[in-house]
């Protein structure tokens, strides 16, 4: 039977002999009225009262509820039979109503707050045991991201700490180059005996012991190094694994953070392009829904290069566009199964195509004109520019119409009058003269 909705008759079933069947966490019941016609009792047992708790969250209908409805359609003699649960849809006419209370039922047939407690317990159990992968990819982005930051931390306390033995070599060389030559070899003369080049330098001397520091420090680096890509190639075959359209269309690792800033892959896959597109910049959106500017245009999709190498004036439309095939991508990952990766590849190729031909060139800068007070022009001739309070430029010689300046007396906030000379000479503008609560030409 289709689910029909019944708007503003939550008691139908109280007044025209509709049944109605409810389910409670103790048991289901099919009332006439407000008697119970019939019902099933769930077991008192925690294990088993869990089992149905938890269909009923993922929107399964129940073996006992499907018995009452059957048995109802085979004896209720044409009567009609409605539910109050969208799961149960399938059963009966959905009724928005309100569900009557009938707790007190349970209690009078044994089932305790305590059961209700042992069997949520029982619950929390299993839903730990049916955590996905993805919850081990948010875990391992997280630490990845940890990583990097404790390399760059010590990798910077290198580069000082050698510094003052070999500064040439901290200029000259890259991190992982510095990193390996100070863990494997320490001083500037083993370095210099190792790579062949000899340069004179103004560093100062090691000795036995602050040799023996810095060699430690830098094979700690090492390892820390080591680890992040011990991690960063785990992300990306879990993520290969997990997610591979999306990892495809914008990388392994960027699929890895919004599949940790959402929770999941499946939440993911029900977000929006546009809520995607802002991932990671909540307090920028906080900000700006409270303080009002210009509100931000991307989040951590920043990250990928379609992104951070174009140009400002660009940015905002490649985020855009990006976010759109990333939430197909995720959809398909979520919910499909199927490989669209090289599809939406070739439509964001021609979305990024597009927007770089059409706007190649940096938009106009358009003159701001709300916020300041007017100010006119002292000088001879038509009068410079007057910027309104509202409303843009006014030149001398206009009326701006909405500035926003106070009338005299009382101070109510007016159409405020800015006035050019007619006559060719200075401008001029009349304020309120705060000292006598007067309006003055100046």
């Not at 392994?252 to 809520?275: E, I």
């Not at 430029?393 to 906030?413: L, M, P």
């Amino acid at each position: 039977m289709p689910a029909k909705v019944i708007m503003g008759q939550a008691a139908s079933w109280e007044r025209d002999g509709t049944m109605l069947l409810v389910t409670t966490w103790f048991g289901t019941f099919l009332l006439d009225g407000k008697q119970v016609a019939d019902s099933v009792l769930f077991p008192k047992e925690a294990k088993e009262l869990a089992a149905r708790l938890r269909k009923m969250e993922k929107g399964e209908v129940l073996d006992e509820e499907r018995g009452l409805a059957q048995k109802f359609e085979s004896e209720g003699k044409g009567r009609k039979l409605e539910v109050l649960d969208r799961r149960l849809s399938s059963l009966g006419e959905l009724n928005e109503g309100r569900a009557p209370d009938i707790s007190h039922i349970g209690d009078k047939m044994g089932f305790k707050q305590e059961l209700l407690h042992e069997a949520t317990m029982f619950m929390g159990r299993e839903k730990l045991g049916e955590l996905g992968p993805d919850k081990f990819i948010a875990q391992a982005i997280d630490g990845l991201e940890e990583l990097t930051k404790t390399a760059n931390l010590l990798t910077e306390r290198l580069t000082e700490w050698y510094g003052l033995h070999y500064p040439e070599l901290t200029e000259s060389a890259t991190q992982k180059e510095l990193v390996e030559l100070v863990a494997a070899h320490g001083s500037r003369a083993k370095i210099e005996e190792a790579t062949g080049k000899k340069v004179e330098s103004f560093g100062t001397p090691l000795s036995e012991s602050d040799e023996w520091a810095v060699k430690r420090w830098a094979s700690m680096v090492k390892d820390v190094l080591e680890a992040r890509q011990e991690m960063e190639g785990y992300i990306t075959r879990r993520m290969d694994e997990l997610a591979p359209n999306l990892s495809a269309v914008i990388g392994p690792l960027l699929a890895a953070r919004l599949v940790a800033l959402t929770g999941g892959l499946q939440r993911l896959g029900k977000l929006p392009s546009s809520t995607i597109q802002l991932l990671g910049a909540e307090k920028a959106l906080f900000q700006y829904m409270m303080e009002g500017g210009r509100p931000p245009k991307h989040g951590v999709l920043f990250q990928h290069p379609l992104i951070h190498r174009s140009p400002m004036w660009q940015r905002g439309k490649m985020a855009r566009a990006l976010a759109a095939s990333a939430s197909m991508a995720a959809r398909a990952d979520a919910f499909g199964g199927k490989d669209i990766s090289e599809t939406v590849k070739a439509h964001l190729q021609k979305k990024v195509e597009r927007i770089q031909k059409d706007f190649a060139s940096p938009p106009a800068r358009r003159d701001r004109g709300g916020g300041g007070r007017a100010q006119g022009g002292m000088g001879p001739g038509a009068g410079p520019d007057v910027r309104a309070g509202e409303g843009g430029i006014v030149k001398g010689g206009e009326r701006a119409q909405g500035a926003g300046f106070k009338g005299s007396g009382g101070g109510d906030r007016g159409h405020g009058d800015v006035r050019g000379n007619q006559g060719g000479g200075g401008g001029q503008r009349r304020r309120h003269d705060k000292r006598h609560g007067k309006r003055g030409d100046r």
